[in-house]
């Protein structure tokens, strides 16, 4: 039940009926931001007012007039200039709290119109390590997922691997030329990294030592540019001190602009040219590397030939990623165990490596695919460059990949959007691939690139490690439950020894609570903004983080624990209407008005697709829980009716928290 949408569409009917298109009107209706003023206010009397040429004080009582509320709200009340405010009856909210709680799906409801979903996240390239950044695609699509799934939306989700690109012709070159027999028999995942990193490395400095002069020419001629303009900035400065006229000062005004685009481009320069330099430094300045890298000139070249020989069906090639797939996915499916992620497919890029060539052809034919500068470029209306699909020497692109996936999803799972979780540096790509898809006879699917910022660390700029590598997310799990770990220990130990936890028990507890923080702490930040990293505050037993909603439920648990409760008991005496709930204090409505505002959260975080709109709630809610705490005594209640009573709220909102935590992709502790 979504209270706000009710009360939306009684005020609906009411405009309609005095004539009145209410759409922008009813979201004026909003939550009360203080009791004083009621559960909800509609705040649209004002401009409904203006419009109608009438007062607003009399236009909220026509409305009120027409507006049928009796049989769950009390008498409207207008306020002020004509605000109304509005106030849910206590006894209905009462009523409504405990059928929700009779209910498994605590009172949400499914959607009438389901819609077909398919959700892109994850995706990393398989041929390295997980990095930080990739929690955020697998565990926002992850959440996403389980809460369109819980709306009762069809949703399929495929982890569109990175399976198939240079990468591969890295490790394919560096199999034959490094590898390190032993290492790979003991551990291939580790060897291929390594053998990865270590490609990547030499490209990148042979790559970095062809621009290091024109870099370094870069530098100096922006540095050149950037005097002249200041000697400018000082003939304008003079010339307005002299004149000080409208046009002296506007001269002196657009030379000082000029001269800061002119350092922003320095500094660029420099950027650029020290960055081609710590590669080249990274390589010279270690004798063991440096030795592998001489004589190899022409590494980008080959790792090219690499990958291209792999497209193009090279039997040995093939066979040689056929033997390295497994061992790379084994490293991804270990992570994807430790943070409880599942998908329905995993199409990766490989799998739609046959159908390129066709499509390629058809959009030549369609006439809007067409050579540009040696290769195949699509002319997309509202895009400047053209998006190139085959390079020159006969090459596919990512984005062809994704338009051949698109018709593949578009035959396979005929769906109605299709959601890309992915890092907000990819926007062009799919801008250019949205307006390409017009092409390919979508019908009418949404696409959305569901974008994200960037993890920082404490510095504030990218999370890297200590030597400017990018942070593994592996090692990011292993700390935070171990950090967790330490916690768990701590908390047990002051537990009387026959409480205690097996050690296993506390291993698992930790797993929870480590990976929960880490996942949490994502989920909780608006996706489109950057966060900063700290293991403190995602662990912190008090504040907006999974471990304060598992100590909220956990708490709850221990009530039932301690007071030896039958909780099936329970319910079923509310299920069947053995028992009646009432809302007496004033913590307990507060409480209960927010449990039956958990359908409302979700359908918030659909709406752009954020679940931070979610956690958002959760905490609200673990908060009046405190309060409530606070002021009722629970098991001590003065009578077996009021406790009885509190006991249902907390198992409700235990059961509330658990839930959202679950859609959220967190478990719960039962004690920790
Ligand atoms: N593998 C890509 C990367 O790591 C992400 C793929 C996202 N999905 C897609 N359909 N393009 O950058």
Redesign the pocket.
């Known amino acids: 039940m979504n209270i706000q949408s009710m009360i939306a569409e009684r005020f609906g009917a009411a405009l309609t009926a005095m004539g009145v298109e209410p759409a922008e009107y009813l979201d004026m209706i909003r939550p009360s931001q203080d009791p004083k003023f009621g559960d909800f206010q509609a705040n649209f009397a004002m401009p409904l007012g203006k419009k109608l040429g009438k007062a607003p004080r009399d236009v909220a009582a026509d409305v009120v007039e027409r507006l049928e509320y009796a049989d769950f709200l009390e008498t409207p009340e207008i306020a002020g200039p004509g605000f109304i405010n509005l106030r849910v009856k206590t006894d209905w909210l009462a009523r409504l709290t405990q059928s929700e709680s009779a209910d498994d799906r605590l009172g949400v409801e499914e959607v009438t119109k389901p819609r077909r979903y398919v959700l892109?996240y994850s995706?990393?390239?398989v041929a390295k390590p997980l990095h930080v950044g990739h929690i955020r695609s697998t565990m926002i699509g992850n959440a996403l997922a389980h809460i369109l799934k819980f709306l009762g939306h069809r949703v399929v989700s495929d982890n569109?691997?990175?399976d198939w690109g240079t990468q591969f012709g890295m490790i394919i070159y560096g199999y034959r030329n490094f590898l390190d027999e032993v290492a790979y028999k003991e551990k291939p995942v580790e060897e291929l990294a390594r053998l990865y990193r270590l490609v990547r490395q030499l490209v990148d400095y042979y790559a970095a030592k062809g621009q290091e002069s024109k870099l370094s020419d870069a530098v100096v001629e922006a540095s050149n540019r950037l005097d002249a303009q200041k000697a400018v900035c000082a003939d304008a400065q003079a010339r307005d001190a002299a004149e000080k006229t409208k046009e002296s000062k506007d001269a002196l005004k657009k030379a000082n602009k000029e001269r800061e685009r002119l350092s922003k481009a320095l500094e660029s320069a420099r950027e650029q040219y020290d960055g081609a330099r710590s590669k080249i430094d990274g390589v010279e300045k270690d004798p063991e590397v440096f030795a592998l890298a001489k004589g190899r000139e022409s590494i980008g070249q080959d790792v090219l030939n690499e990958t291209s020989k792999l497209h193009h069906g090279n039997d040995a090639n093939c066979s040689l990623w056929r033997q390295f797939i497994p061992q790379c996915m084994k490293d991804v499916e270990r992570i994807y165990w430790a943070l409880n992620v599942k998908f329905d497919v995993q199409l990766g890029e490989s799998f739609y490596n046959d159908r390129l060539p066709g499509l390629v052809e058809r959009l030549k034919k369609q006439g809007v695919a067409r050579e540009t500068e040696g290769a195949i470029g699509l002319f997309l209306p509202n895009q400047e460059i053209p998006m190139l699909i085959q390079k020159s020497d006969g090459a596919y692109l990512?984005a062809t990949t994704?338009l051949a996936?698109l018709e593949y999803r578009r035959d396979t799972f005929q769906p109605d959007a299709i959601l890309?979780v992915?890092?907000f540096r990819?926007s062009l790509?799919f801008e250019q691939l949205f307006e390409a898809a017009k092409y390919l006879d979508m019908g009418n699917v949404e696409l959305k690139h569901v974008k994200f910022g960037t993890v920082l660390g404490e510095d504030g700029k990218p999370f890297k490690t200590r030597a400017g590598k990018a942070v593994e997310l592996r090692s990011l799990i292993v700390e935070a439950r171990e950090r967790a770990y330490e916690i768990v220990s701590a908390n047990d130990a002051a537990r009387p020894e026959s409480e205690r936890f097996t050690e296993e028990e506390k291993i698992e507890t930790a797993r929870r609570v480590g990976v929960g923080a880490l996942v949490y702490a994502d989920l909780s930040q608006n996706r489109e903004s950057d966060y900063v990293f700290s293991y403190e505050k995602m662990l912190a037993m008090n504040g907006n983080t999974a471990t304060y909603m598992q100590y909220a439920y956990a708490r709850v648990r221990s009530i039932f624990a301690k007071g030896g409760i039958d909780v099936d008991a329970l319910r079923r005496e509310f299920a069947d209407g053995t028992r009646v709930l009432t809302l007496d204090e004033p913590e307990e409505r507060a409480l209960a008005f927010e449990l039956v505002k958990f359908q409302n959260a979700l359908e918030n975080v659909v709406r752009d697709y954020r679940p931070n709109f979610l956690t958002a709630y959760l905490y609200e809610l673990a908060n009046k829980y405190s309060s409530f705490f606070e002021k009722c005594p629970v098991l001590k209640a003065e009578d077996e009716t009021v406790r009885m009573n509190r006991l249902l709220l907390c198992d409700l909102t235990a059961r509330t928290i658990a839930k959202g935590l679950e859609l959220l992709g967190i478990q719960t502790v039962e004690r920790m």
Do not use: F, I, K
Request: net charge negative; charged share 20%; aromatic share 14%.
């Open positions: 892109d995706a990393p390239n569109h691997l990175g990512y994704d996936t890309y992915v890092d990819q790509h």
